[in-house]
């Protein structure tokens, strides 16, 4: 299967030519996003926090304090949504009405699971410390025992999926093109500049590897 | 009164010195920030969209179809969270634990009310449309009649509501300073691309002011 199944609460309904299900497509923008936002109620208040994260394969990793009210409340086995959104331009239309945005988002709901496996837990630590910097958990010092224990991993699989998609150019109402406004797109990127060591840095260091940002880039407005 | 209240459901508990109830400082996140993302549940599911926002005083305005799964079932009063983040940087530490984020953002807890007055809907969408682009609204052709049924307007008071702030260093033991690993952080910012136009932009249109993004350059990291 290429493709997640939509279900009545994934389904893209609404503009639906803007709905994706396609597995590739999914990964893509979950391993392009840096952080998403993690929803979920308590005592049926909505809370929405963003957070650091990474895909393998078919799973969601978060982690975070052990003690922390979201990593507390997610363990218990509610239900969840994981948000991941790339915005990749502002669409100027000559009407207000058909303003709109180039984005490219993710939308994960289930149940978010506690992980107790040791290898496991370290493997989603590593995962999500080389899904910003590659290769950057090779070069630093690996949780201790006590830093272990302080942290808290949860995984959701990918299962219940939809990805949404708008891109190109505004469509206007035909007579507003003769209208003396501006129309088209601006392209919005995420860019990193240049480091800025701490002042505290060995000679013998290898500045950290950036160049997951260079494929920013190149992301279709 | 200069500050939010913090609430039991607002007051940041874990590191507490990273929270912020501060107007002023609420206010220039929500007003930097390009989207949002709203969490809301439906029969005990919650959703994060991501959606255009932005704020007028002390109220955050939200629009969309009328006909939206989100904009129909917020508009009957359910709890709703809205969260605006800002990512300022990466905070690479020599010890994978202490990787971090420096970052800017705000919740607000309450629930959204749909904006009946046909007054302060064109005005929220003006507020919307200028949050992006400075002055659009007024370069652009404003909705008709048809196009404001089509549009639901909701507005959400700012209330209940927290910032959550990291800046600065990584904090790494002490021991670890002597490892060969880059420490320090990467900063990260949203940038804009060269407007694309749609090839049928008249010669007397203005190129859409970008100004908002130049501030972005300048925030710290």
Redesign the interface.
């Known amino acids: 299967m290429n493709t997640y199944a939509p279900t009545d ?1 994934t389904k893209v ?2 503009l639906a030519k803007r709905g994706a299900y396609d597995k590739a497509v999914v990964h893509s923008i979950l391993d392009e996003g ?2 998403c ?5 308590v005592e ?7 957070t ?1 994260y990474a895909r393998d394969g078919e799973r969601l990793y978060v982690h975070g ?1 052990a ?3 979201m990593l507390k409340t997610l363990a218990e086995g509610v ?5 991941v ?1 790339l ?1 990749d331009a ?1 669409v ?6 058909h ?1 709109s ?1 180039n ?1 490219r ?1 993710v ?1 994960v ?1 289930g149940r978010a699971q506690l992980v107790t496996d040791d290898a496991e837990r370290m493997n989603a ?2 995962t999500i ?1 080389n899904h ?2 590659p290769n ?2 090779e ?6 025992e006590l ?1 272990m224990r ?2 808290s991993v949860l995984t959701l699989p990918l299962e219940e999926v939809s990805a949404k998609i708008r891109i190109g ?2 469509k206007d109402d035909e007579e ?23 002042g ?3 000679a ?5 590897d ?1 160049s997951r940002f260079e494929r920013k880039a190149k992301t279709p ?1």
Not at 92 to 97: E, I, M
Not at 139 to 144: G, K, M, W
């Open positions: 609460r309904r609404r840096l952080i936002h993690v929803g979920f109620a049926g208040q909505p809370y929405v926090i963003p650091l304090s003690v922390s009210r239900d969840v949504c994981i948000t959104t915005v502002f100027l239309a000559r009407s207000a009405f303003h945005m984005y988002s939308v709901l630590l590593r410390t910003i910097v950057r958990w070069e630093v010092r690996e949780p201790n830093e302080q942290t150019e505004p507003d093109y003769a209208l003396p406004v501006w129309g088209g797109i601006v392209p919005i990127s995420t860019q990193v500049g240049r480091p800025i060591d701490d505290r840095v060995r013998e260091a290898r500045a950290p950036l407005a």
